[in-house]
């Protein structure tokens, strides 16, 4: 084996198994083998050599698995395409390639002309989504940042960049051994009709609706609009989005001094208006946590130190919990729901644990983890104020004392 491909099968292993991007798999790799920090232009695989690796090492080591995977992605890619087919997707990644790992995310592209109508689009369609920014262009092009929307389809972990026009019209041709880097619905259609024969069979009905490739003008509905034109549509949905957030001010908002909590930090606030489900798939309100001192642990089954902490987190729940009813702990899972259940099998935990997929990560941001790294642990006090924040694992006797404070001051 050269040098390039035990790279490459370092590197695919390290993707598959900890979620890394080709980049620091590649430079971890590099470490793992004894090169040097910085090794030589050309020395390392390039992406379509780690692909060539990722497909072996998933079919070695997963194959029924990447199977399920794949078809459940793609399904969940067609019918988000088809949501947004007024805004000519494009998809990427591990739906388009084929090549899903645990870890992996659905990553649609559109023109970043539309961004804003996209925007507002989403909300009209009841889809949580969330605003955020992504270092290198989210992998094209160059710059420095660009503009994303982050949110969940299917339990599916969900990125929409946005691109110049330019960028993704050059992407969608095929200039690598891989192919094109980016294609439009029908193209994936036409994919998956070569790579998986049996995805179209009536016991694996993909949820598409409307097939975007042969609905008329009328089915679709508008195309998007020209630059510096924005549909009458659109500004109406600005406007009821307007009209309900100052009728809330006015109503509820005159109320909310009334309600336990009062002076809660608006980040807490936030959490406080989730409702996520549970490790078996059961809606959980967290509203139910308002007026408690609460630990809100940000976890994921992928995070190694996570999981480490979480039996001393559980143990201390327990031991304080029974004698304190006024406290609480809450795990927010930033993963999908079924590598969340299968932990929670393997290791049960004794306090509750609710899968958020990416917004939980928005939350954690809005709480202070300006990092974006896990774990993340905050203590809220009764009255809605974060009173200590730790990035890393937590130390059990010190959360322990922070906790037992608070409780006493609480009296």
């Given at each position: 084996m050269t040098l390039r491909r035990e790279l490459a099968a370092v590197a695919a292993a390290l993707v598959a198994d900890s979620g890394l991007d080709y980049g620091a798999a590649k430079r971890r790799a590099a470490r793992q083998l004894g090169l040097a920090e910085s090794p030589p232009r050309g020395s390392l695989p390039d992406n379509d050599e780690i692909d060539e690796a990722l497909r072996e090492h998933l079919d070695l080591f997963d194959a029924e698995g990447h199977t399920q995977r794949r078809r459940t992605i793609r399904a969940a890619a067609l019918e988000l395409m088809q949501r947004l087919a007024h805004w000519a997707p494009w998809v990427t990644g591990a739906a388009w390639k084929g090549l899903v790992t645990e870890h992996a995310l659905l990553h649609l592209q559109i023109d970043a002309d539309h961004g804003k109508e996209l925007?507002?689009?989403?909300?009209?369609?009841?889809?949580?989504?969330?605003?955020?920014?992504?270092?290198?262009?989210?992998?094209?092009?160059?710059?420095?940042?660009?503009?994303?929307?982050?949110?969940?389809?299917?339990?599916?972990?969900?990125?929409?960049?946005?691109?110049?026009?330019?960028?993704?019209?050059?992407?969608?041709?095929?200039?690598?051994?891989?192919?094109?880097?980016?294609?439009?619905?029908?193209?994936?259609?036409?994919?998956?009709?070569?790579?998986?024969?049996?995805?179209?069979?009536?016991?694996?009905?993909?949820?598409?609706?409307?097939?975007?490739?042969?609905?008329?003008?009328?089915?679709?509905?508008?195309?998007?609009?020209?630059?510096?034109?924005?549909?009458?549509?659109?500004?109406?949905?600005?406007?009821?989005?307007?009209?309900?957030?100052?009728?809330?001010?006015?109503?509820?908002?005159?109320?909310?001094?009334?309600?336990?909590?009062?002076?809660?930090?608006?980040?807490?606030?936030?959490?406080?208006?989730?409702?996520?489900?549970?490790?078996?798939?059961?809606?959980?309100?967290?509203?139910?946590?308002?007026?408690?001192?609460?630990?809100?642990?940000?976890?994921?089954?992928?995070?190694?130190?996570?999981?480490?902490?979480?039996?001393?987190?559980?143990?201390?729940?327990?031991?304080?919990?029974?004698?304190?009813?006024?406290?609480?702990?809450?795990?927010?899972?930033?993963?999908?729901?079924?590598?969340?259940?299968?932990?929670?099998?393997?290791?049960?935990?004794?306090?509750?644990?609710?899968?958020?997929?990416?917004?939980?990560?928005a939350l954690a941001r809005e709480l202070g983890n300006d990092a974006s790294a896990l774990p993340f642990t905050v203590i809220i006090d009764r009255e809605g104020k974060v009173v200590a924040r730790t990035l890393g694992v937590v130390d059990p006797p010190s959360l322990r004392a922070q906790l037992l404070a608070q409780l006493e001051k609480a009296k």
């Open positions: 925007a507002i689009d989403l909300i009209n369609q009841g889809l949580n989504f969330e605003a955020t920014e992504l270092n290198g262009g989210g992998g094209g092009g160059g710059r420095a940042r660009a503009e994303a929307l982050i949110g969940q389809w299917r339990d599916w972990p969900v990125l929409i960049a946005l691109h110049p026009h330019h960028e993704l019209r050059s992407g969608s041709r095929e200039e690598t051994a891989g192919g094109a880097e980016r294609a439009h619905r029908q193209q994936l259609l036409e994919r998956i009709r070569q790579d998986d024969p049996d995805f179209f069979s009536n016991d694996q009905p993909p949820r598409t609706g409307i097939d975007a490739s042969r609905a008329t003008p009328s089915a679709l509905g508008p195309r998007p609009p020209s630059r510096g034109q924005i549909q009458p549509r659109l500004l109406i949905g600005v406007a009821l989005v307007v009209v309900f957030l100052l009728g809330l001010a006015a109503s509820g908002g005159a109320l909310w001094w009334q309600r336990p909590g009062a002076s809660a930090e608006p980040a807490v606030q936030t959490l406080w208006a989730q409702q996520w489900p549970d490790e078996k798939g059961q809606a959980q309100a967290l509203q139910g946590l308002r007026g408690k001192l609460t630990v809100v642990n940000f976890w994921a089954t992928w995070c190694a130190p996570c999981v480490a902490e979480m039996p001393a987190l559980s143990a201390l729940y327990t031991e304080l919990s029974q004698a304190n009813p006024n406290l609480a702990f809450v795990g927010i899972a930033i993963d999908r729901a079924d590598q969340v259940a299968a932990f929670s099998e393997r290791t049960p935990v004794r306090y509750p644990i609710v899968v958020a997929g990416a917004p939980g990560s």
